[in-house]
């Protein structure tokens, strides 16, 4: 349930860096408290459809079917390891593990909490056991229609919030820079952040940040991008995010927020991922063919989830101040980097 350290070289920054800097001044930052609502309760949540391997540590909810763990892989999945009581108390239901339609289960453990679906079949056909833990079939105690209209509102909204941060690109990287202490707002372009090989953010420690990726697509695997870093709040070389980061790097993901306002596929590779994956309109991957599992130190809320053994999503929630923001405006269209 640990992410190993990923082995990559830091970028050595180069020449003079190119950026573009908004001239907008920073976006509101009055919170709203738990921006992200029930979808904030969980290490996955989504509204179809999800296929899922290995385990999550946080609490897990599935609007439509769900295929946990395959037999000819073979492959089970866990839920909730990290989950303590204060989390299970504010559950729906107090169900760690949701499934609103059909759950096709081969060795799925439940390790703290409940679960509830509207049908649970033993994937394996008798030769391992579907769900060890306690689960009943009834009705979903979530509402995933509302919740999802919410979401969407609400990530179009922030997609309108002016940056107040810059975007630069050195070598082949791409650096995020803030400097607000509350609240940090970058866009992007999906096609340029995928061309980085390594992404870096250097934002105060406590400050939320909010990055918008604009586009329909975006695919780690583009260009291979082999990790997201923090600039050292110590002076040294940029920290790669990982499972056991120091304390400080651990406050800026628990406060970041990765906003996909207009994807239909987000794609990640191998790389450990911090913070929340907004995508409420896509079918999120981690890992896929020959690219590895891929992990989220943070949470996932997507239309569909899809990934490989070993992927797993950690007990890593959305902590952070976003704008109290829920009607769509128009859409900050970023400048590619010359």
């Not at 090989?197 to 697509?217: E, F, K, M, Q």
Request: glycine residues 14%.
């Amino acid at each position: 349930m640990r992410t190993s350290a990923a082995v990559a070289t830091v970028l050595a920054v180069t020449g003079a860096a190119l950026a573009w800097a908004p001239a907008a001044s920073a976006a509101s930052t009055e919170c709203a408290t738990n921006p992200l609502g029930t979808a904030g309760l969980y290490a996955e949540f989504v509204e179809q459809d999800s296929v899922r391997h290995s385990d999550s540590e946080g609490a897990v909810a599935v609007g439509g079917d769900a295929t946990f763990g395959d037999p000819k892989a073979p492959s089970g999945f866990s839920v909730g390891y990290q989950l303590t009581p204060a989390d299970l108390a504010k559950l729906p239901g107090g169900h760690s593990l949701v499934v609103g339609g059909t759950l096709s289960a081969n060795q799925v453990v439940i390790t703290k909490g409940t679960g509830v679906a509207g049908k649970v079949v033993n994937a394996s056909g008798g030769k391992n056991f579907g769900v060890d833990g306690p689960i009943a079939e009834g009705a979903s105690p979530v509402d995933f229609g509302k919740e999802f209209t919410t979401l969407r509102s609400l990530s179009a909204g922030w997609a309108g919030e002016k940056p107040n941060g810059s975007v630069s690109a050195s070598g082949d990287g791409v650096f995020l820079t803030g400097t607000d202490a509350e609240l940090n707002v970058f866009a992007v372009d999906a096609a340029d952040l995928q061309k980085a090989r390594a992404i870096t953010l250097d934002v105060p420690v406590g400050s939320s940040t909010l990055v918008n990726v604009l586009g329909a697509t975006y695919d780690m695997s583009a260009n291979a991008t082999y990790g997201v870093y923090y600039k050292n709040v110590s002076g040294g070389a940029a920290v790669i995010d990982d499972y056991n980061v120091p304390d400080a790097y651990r406050t800026i993901r628990s406060k970041l927020l990765w906003n996909f306002p207009q994807a239909t596929t987000v794609k990640k590779n191998y790389t450990s991922w911090p913070g929340t994956i907004l995508a409420p309109g896509a079918t999120v991957h981690m890992g896929g063919p020959g690219v590895g599992p891929g992990h989220v130190n943070g949470a996932v809320i997507a239309e569909n989830l899809v990934t490989v053994p070993g992927a797993e999503t950690h007990q890593m929630t959305f902590a952070g101040c976003l704008p109290k923001e829920t009607t769509p405006g128009p859409v900050v269209t970023p400048e590619t980097p010359k």
